[in-house]
């Protein structure tokens, strides 16, 4: 658990989507990669629009949103004092109309309870505790191990959509059982779009999304291939040219939208 707040030595600052969001990050703790990217580029949301996030960190996803849709309203939840501060220090610098909250999901702010949100969004710790590999540092290890399990996270989000709100959660492939268990719960109309790095290569991570008192039926999307070719050839990148957008501008990366439309006209 890091309290103390990061000082300039301890940081870098980053670009994201080709220099349309700067991040200050740590050098040494949890720094963001090509998860909240994928996962802000996907939340199909529009100016005027309220979006929380669950575990913030530093606040990538929820820039890389803000950058991307003009006026929209964000608001995030992040446990880890310095990483909450850091959150907000990269809205504020970015421009971003938000609030970052230092809380547990278990005691939420008022200002966070008394909200309702056309979306809520989440990228929970990868592994459960008794299964994490502990890295170094004691506050990445936090935000890579976690001992609320994903059915809380769940419905703590469901509880903060307002109706028809949308829930997106981008998660590791193997966690899929646990995390649909959790949708089904408390959110209809589901879709999931698995993430293969290579074409031939298993899902390593997931996009789920539900919505809240919505019914439609189950829908899951091809994949989204990240990497071109069916193994690393050469030095640099090998993204796709959908995933290369999405990481240097301030791209959208909608769900295949066409597959639900079909499922629920065909």
Not at 56 to 78: D, F, M, N, T, Y
Not at 104 to 126: G, T
Not at 164 to 172: H, K, L, P, S, W
Not at 229 to 255: A, C, I, M, N, W
Request: with cysteine; net charge positive; proline share 7%.
């Amino acid at each position: 658990m890091r309290t103390e707040p990061f000082s300039r030595d301890d940081l870098t600052h980053d670009d994201f989507l080709g220099g349309a969001v700067r991040l200050w990050q740590p050098k040494d703790g949890y720094r963001a990669g090509l998860d909240p990217v994928l996962l802000a580029a996907s939340i199909p949301a529009k100016s005027e629009e309220a979006v929380l996030e669950l575990g913030c960190g530093g606040g990538a996803a929820l820039a890389c949103l803000g950058a991307r849709v003009v006026g929209l309203s964000c608001k995030g939840v992040e446990m880890q004092p310095a990483y909450a501060d850091l959150a907000q220090r990269n809205l504020d610098d970015n421009g971003l109309i938000g609030t970052v909250y230092c809380a547990d999901l278990s005691n939420l702010p008022a200002a966070v309870k008394s909200e309702r949100f056309d979306h809520v969004i989440a990228n929970p710790p990868y592994f459960e505790d008794f299964r994490a590999v502990a890295p170094r540092l004691e506050d990445r290890a936090v935000s890579r191990s976690g001992a609320l399990p994903l059915a809380k996270w769940v419905s703590v989000a469901s509880k903060r959509l307002k109706p028809g709100g949308v829930a997106t959660f981008i998660q590791r492939a193997d966690r899929l059982p646990e995390l649909m268990s959790a949708f089904v719960t408390s959110l209809g109309a589901l879709e999931l779009w698995p993430i293969h790095p290579r074409t031939h290569r298993a899902a390593r991570l997931v996009l789920l999304r539900g919505r809240k008192e919505r019914r439609a039926a189950f829908v899951s999307h091809p994949p989204l291939v990240l990497h071109r070719g069916e193994s690393h050839e050469r030095d640099g990148d090998s993204y796709t040219d959908v995933v290369t957008k999405v990481l240097r501008t301030p791209q959208s990366l909608p769900f295949p939208d066409q597959f639900r439309r079909q499922t629920q006209h065909g």
